[in-house]
């Protein structure tokens, strides 16, 4: 079946960098979209960012442009997020969803566990 297991999670210092991995199994990796969602205490579950099966396109939110990076290895059946520059309000527990599509527009259909991040001093 499909699993999706994230990583890389932790606490980190205002300005800091994490790299979060998701590890994927159980279906064609290669085939999928995939993307990053996150959910702070309190707040609704958002996108963070999504990347098509091939890895050429991304597409981002507006509160992440320029600070994280999407990417992924279909060799290695992992996607990726960079984060730079971390701010207090990117603390949120981040999801690796997978789509049902090659298209970063399809619909997610599963979800992973989720990894804290803390950005605090």
């Known amino acids: 079946q499909v699993q999706l297991v994230e990583s890389g999670g932790g606490l980190v210092q205002p300005g800091g960098s994490l790299r979060l991995s998701c590890a994927a199994s159980g279906f064609t990796f290669s085939r999928y979209a995939m993307s990053w969602y996150r959910q702070a205490p309190g707040k609704e579950r958002e996108l963070v960012a999504r990347?098509?099966?091939?890895?050429?396109?991304?597409n981002y939110a507006e509160f992440v442009k320029g600070r994280f990076s999407i990417s992924r290895d279909n060799a290695k059946n992992t996607m990726y997020l960079q984060m730079n520059s971390l701010k207090p309000e990117d603390t949120a527990v981040y999801y690796c969803?997978?789509?049902?599509?090659?298209?970063?527009?399809?619909?997610?259909?599963?979800w992973g566990q989720g990894t804290q991040v803390t950005v605090s001093s």
């Open positions: 990347i098509s099966s091939a890895g050429v396109s991304t």
């Open positions: 969803t997978k789509r049902d599509g090659g298209s970063y527009a399809s619909r997610v259909d599963y």
